[in-house]
C-alpha cells in the first residue's frame, strides 16, 4: 500500500529544482564520479557519514515501522547494525550535550557541553553552548555568526581524524547553528547552518575566510522560497494516522498558533510584512530536504569519499527536535514527518550507493535525545505527571533564604533545573557555601514534581558508580554547573512556553537508536546496553586514529568481530 505514495507528494517544484541541482553538479564532477563496480570494502571507508536526527526517541522505530518505505529506515535497519539498547548515562538529554557527546566519545563532565545554555560564573552571564563573540559571520546574516566550537573542551573523532590525516576533510551540516558547530568538532573544515533571515546557508570565521564559492552559488537559487511557498498537507489521508492523537487536540502549541492541516506555508512565512519569515522552514518537514540537499552538494562539490583519504560529513536533522516541542510525540504533525523524513533518506543513501558506492561508506544514524510526553496526555491516561513551575519556586526559595540570612540577591541565576547562587555575596556574608548550597536544595526537594535535589558539594566530594547520581554526576562539571542541580520525576517537564520538552535521565528521554550501515558493516542486532559514548572511540578503531582524548566510551565489540 505504501508503495503507491510518490517519493514526493507534495513540493513537486522543489523535486524538479532539486534535481536540475544535482544534475548540474553531477556534471561538473562527472570527471571525478569512479567507477562502483569494485565491490570489496576498503581497509578503510572513504566517507564517514553521522546522521542525527533531533529527538528521534527509539520507539518511533516500531511505532511508525508499517508505514516506512523500504529505502529509508527500514534499509539502515535490515542491511545494517541496529544497537536497540542505547541510552545517555547523564542527566541533561538536550540537543548540545548530545552533539558534544557523539562527537567526543566524552560525558558532559569532561567534554564540558553541560546544557544548551549555561552560567558563566566569572563573567556572570548566561553563555550558550556554542556562542562565541570573537568570531564572525560568513555569508549571512551578522547576528547568526557568532558560534564556534571552542567551548567544547576535549578533542572529537574529526579532530583526531584531521590529526593523523591533515588531507582529510570534515564537514558538518544542520539547519540550527549549535548541532553543525559542535558535530563537526574544533578541526573542521567547514560548519554550515542555515540563516533564518536570508534563507541561505552560512558559517563564520572560525572555519574559514570566505564562503566558497559553490555554497554562494546555491545560496542565489533562493531554494528556501521554493519550499516556503507550497502547502504542507498531510502524505496520508487523516484518518491513517492511527500511531498519533487527532490532528485537532489540546496538547499541541503548533505553528503561530495552527495546530491542524493544511499548513499554508506562503502564508505563514508572510506575517511579518517587512521581510520573510524563513525561520519557518526551520520547523517543517521541507527543513529537512533542504539540508538533505545541502548535504548532496557538499559531497559533489567538496568531492568527499572521492579521494584517497577518508573524509566525514555529518547531517544533523533538527526540524524533528523543534516541531516536536511545538506537537509533542503523538501528534499527526510529527508522524508526518517522520514519514517524510524517511523518504529524504531514501533518496539520501540511494545518492550515496549509487555515487560512491555503499562498499566506501560507512553511515551511523542516531539522535541527540528523545523526548518526554506532553504532561496532559500522561495525566488523562491516569500516570503520574506534570509541569514543575521554576519561576515560582525560585520566588518562593529567595523569600525563605531572605527570612534566613537577611534580604539579599542570594540566587544568581536559574536555567533547566540548574541553581547559581552568588557566591561572591554567601563568601563576603561569611557564611558556609556547601551548607548554603544544602539549604537551598532540602527546600527545593520538597516541590511536588523534584525528584532529588542535588548540591554541587556532594557531587565534588563523592565518586558514583550508579544509579541517579552517577548520572546526575556525569553531567556536573565544577567550572560551569550550578551548586543545586533538579532532577525532575518520571513524566514531568519543567514549564515552558512549549508542549514539551526533553531533559531527563528517563527512559524516554535518554533511549535513543544506533544504526551501522554499508562499508564492512553486517546485518544484525546488537542488544547489549551501550550509551552514546561509544560512537567516537568506535569510529576511532574502524579508522585506526588515537581516540578523542577525553573518551571513556566503549567500543562497540559486536562490530568489530
Known amino acids: 500500500m505504501w508503495e503507491d505514495i510518490p517519493v514526493n507528494a507534495f513540493f513537486s517544484s522543489r523535486v524538479i529544482l532539486g534535481f536540475s541541482i544535482c544534475f548540474l553538479s553531477f556534471i561538473h564532477s562527472g570527471n571525478i564520479l569512479a567507477q562502483n563496480g569494485r565491490r570489496i570494502p576498503p581497509e578503510k571507508p572513504k566517507l564517514i557519514v553521522g546522521i542525527t536526527v533531533s529527538q528521534m526517541r527509539y520507539d518511533y522505530i516500531s511505532r511508525y515501522w508499517n508505514k516506512f518505505g523500504d529505502n529509508g529506515f527500514k534499509k539502515l535497519i535490515n542491511d545494517g547494525a541496529f544497537c536497540r539498547n542505547v541510552r545517555y548515562n547523564y542527566l541533561f538529554t538536550q540537543a548540545a550535550p548530545g552533539m558534544a557527546t557523539i562527537a567526543t566519545g566524552a560525558v558532559p563532565a569532561v567534554h564540558g557541553i ?13 553563555v550558550k553552548a556554542a556562542a562565541d563573540e570573537k568570531v564572525k559571520a560568513l555569508g549571512g546574516s551578522y547576528d547568526m555568526g557568532f558560534y564556534s566550537p571552542h567551548r567544547v573542551v576535549s578533542s572529537t573523532v574529526s579532530d583526531e581524524l584531521r590529526f593523523a590525516s591533515p588531507a582529510s576533510r570534515v564537514i558538518s551540516i544542520a539547519l540550527d547553528p549549535e548541532p553543525a558547530v559542535l558535530a563537526g568538532g574544533h578541526s573542521a573544515n567547514a560548519a ?28 542565489k537559487k533562493k531554494i528556501a522560497d521554493v519550499y516556503l511557498s507550497e502547502m504542507w498537507n498531510p502524505l496520508l489521508p487523516l484518518d491513517q494516522y492511527s500511531e498519533s492523537l487527532p490532528d485537532r487536540n489540546e496538547y499541541e502549541k503548533g505553528i503561530q498558533g495552527q495546530i491542524v492541516f493544511p499548513y499554508d506555508l506562503n502564508k505563514l512565512t508572510q506575517k511579518k510584512k517587512e521581510r520573510r519569515n524563513y525561520d519557518l522552514l526551520r520547523f517543517v518537514p521541507s527543513g529537512n530536504t533542504y539540508t538533505k540537499d545541502f548535504a548532496i552538494n557538499a559531497i559533489l562539490n567538496d568531492l568527499l569519499g572521492m579521494r584517497s583519504v577518508t573524509d566525514m560529513l555529518y547531517v544533523t536533522f533538527t526540524v524533528t527536535g523543534n516541531a516536536g516541542v511545538l506537537y509533542g510525540n503523538k501528534s499527526v504533525e510529527m508522524e508526518d514527518l517522520f514519514l517524510r523524513l524517511d523518504k529524504d533518506i531514501a533518496h539520501f543513501l540511494n545518492f550515496i550507493d549509487e555515487t560512491l558506492g555503499r562498499e566506501n561508506v560507512l553511515v551511523f544514524l542516531t539522535a541527540d ?8 496526555y500522561l495525566e488523562q491516561s491516569r500516570v503520574p505527571s506534570g509541569v514543575f513551575n521554576a519561576n515560582q519556586a525560585m520566588a518562593l526559595l529567595s523569600s525563605y533564604l531572605n527570612i534566613l540570612y537577611g534580604k539579599a540577591d542570594w540566587i544568581s541565576y536559574y536555567k533547566n533545573q540548574q541553581l547559581y547562587l552568588n557566591q561572591q555575596l554567601i563568601e563576603d556574608s561569611k557564611l558556609s557555601l556547601e551548607q548554603f548550597q544544602t539549604t537551598a536544595a532540602n527546600f527545593l526537594v520538597q516541590f511536588t514534581g523534584v525528584a532529588n535535589a542535588v548540591t554541587a558539594s556532594t557531587l565534588q566530594q563523592s565518586n558514583f558508580t550508579s544509579g541517579i547520581l552517577w548520572k546526575i554526576q556525569n553531567n556536573y562539571n565544577q567550572k560551569r554547573s550550578g551548586d543545586v542541580i533538579l532532577h525532575l520525576e518520571p513524566g514531568w517537564i519543567e514549564k515552558t512556553e512549549n508542549a514539551t520538552a526533553a531533559n531527563s535521565s528517563w527512559a524516554y528521554d535518554s533511549h535513543v537508536p544506533l544504526i551501522w550501515y554499508a562499508w564492512k558493516i553486517r546485518r544484525q542486532n546488537i542488544n547489549t546496553l551501550y550509551d552514546p559514548t561509544c560512537i567516537a572511540p568506535t569510529l576511532s578503531v574502524f579508522l585506526d586514529i588515537m581516540f578523542p582524548n577525553g573518551s571513556a566510551g566503549n567500543t562497540i565489540m559486536e562490530l568489530l568481530q
Open 369 to 376: 535525545r528523545g523526548i518526554a510526553y506532553v504532561p496532559g
Open 114 to 126: 553541560i546544557a544548551d545554555e549555561w552560567y558563566d560564573k566569572v563573567k556572570k552571564i548566561a
Open 192 to 219: 554550515y547552518w542555515f540563516d533564518p533571515y536570508n534563507g541561505g546557508w552560512m558559517s563564520s570565521s572560525w572555519y574559514m575566510d570566505s564562503l566558497p564559492r559553490w555554497v554562494a552559488d546555491f545560496n
